[in-house]
Antibody
Framework: QVQLVESGGGVVQPGGSLKLSCAASGFTFSYYGMHWVRQAPGKGLEWVAFIQYDVNIKYYGDSVKGRFTVSRDNSKNTLYLQMNSLRVEDTAVYFC??????????WGQGTLVTVSS | QSVLTQPPSVSAAPGQKVTISCSGSSSNIGNNYVSWYQHVPGTAPKLLISDNNKRPSGIPDRFSGSKSGTSATLGITGLQTGDEADYYCGTWDNSLSAVVFGGGTKLTVL
């Protein structure tokens, strides 16, 4: 069955770095654009980043532009999010999701990132 | 402030029907597909409606989606207590080159 499993979350100090991973299985990973979406405590869903299936195109939300980098390894069916210069407001559950232009069919359970001193 | 506007909350009794609106602009809803998600905090969001009005396999026909101009609507009939969740609309925004979500609507089944 389809699985997206995020890992790499944890507690980090402001200004620190963290790298999230998302391991995909049960579907053809290389066919899908992949996104990171986050939900801060008590807030709604916020889109973070997108990477096209062939890695040529990447987009970022304004709040993370210049600090976060999305990448993927289609040979390992894995999506990544390198997060640098972390801020308290980056504290959230981070979800990876596989999407087409019509919507995002597959979601992971999320990994919690806490930025705190 | 979300790019897409949803009501913060809706409520209805079991068995009744509710609609959740999602208002945007020509740069997003007006020219792109809208999708809807059900999210119970602490779990993975679930795709309810794709491509404005298509239900993925396994989603009951109690859920429906429509789009007109720069607005979209999610309808839920035959409400069940298990439908209590947060609901989000989402689409691509051509001007922002970004995915945009509504602020979310909390559904309470009284």
């Amino acid at each position: 069955q389809v699985q997206l499993v995020e890992s790499g979350g944890g507690v980090v100090q402001p200004g620190g770095s963290l790298k999230l991973s998302c391991a995909a299985s049960g579907f053809t990973f290389s066919y899908y654009g992949m996104h990171w979406v986050r939900q801060a405590p008590g807030k709604g869903l916020e889109w973070v980043a997108f990477i096209q299936y062939d890695v040529n195109i990447k987009y970022y939300g304004d709040s993370v532009k210049g600090r976060f980098t999305v990448s993927r390894d289609n040979s390992k069916n894995t999506l990544y999010l390198q997060m640098n210069s972390l801020r308290v407001e980056d504290t959230a559950v981070y979800f990876c999701t596989a999407c087409t232009v019509g919507g995002c069919s597959f979601w992971g359970q999320g990994t919690l990132v806490t930025v705190s001193s | 402030q979300s790019v897409l506007t949803q009501p913060p909350s809706v409520s209805a009794a079991p068995g009744q029907k509710v609609t959740i609106s999602c208002s945007g602009s020509s740069s997003n809803i007006g020219n792109n597909y809208v999708s809807w998600y059900q999210h119970v905090p602490g779990t993975a969001p679930k795709l309810l409606i794709s491509d404005n009005n298509k239900r993925p396999s396994g989603i009951p026909d109690r859920f429906s989606g429509s789009k007109s101009g720069t607005s979209a609507t999610l309808g839920i009939t035959g409400l069940q207590t298990g439908d209590e969740a947060d609901y989000y609309c989402g689409t691509w925004d051509n001007s922002l080159s970004a995915v945009v979500f509504g602020g979310g609507t909390k559904l309470t089944v009284l």
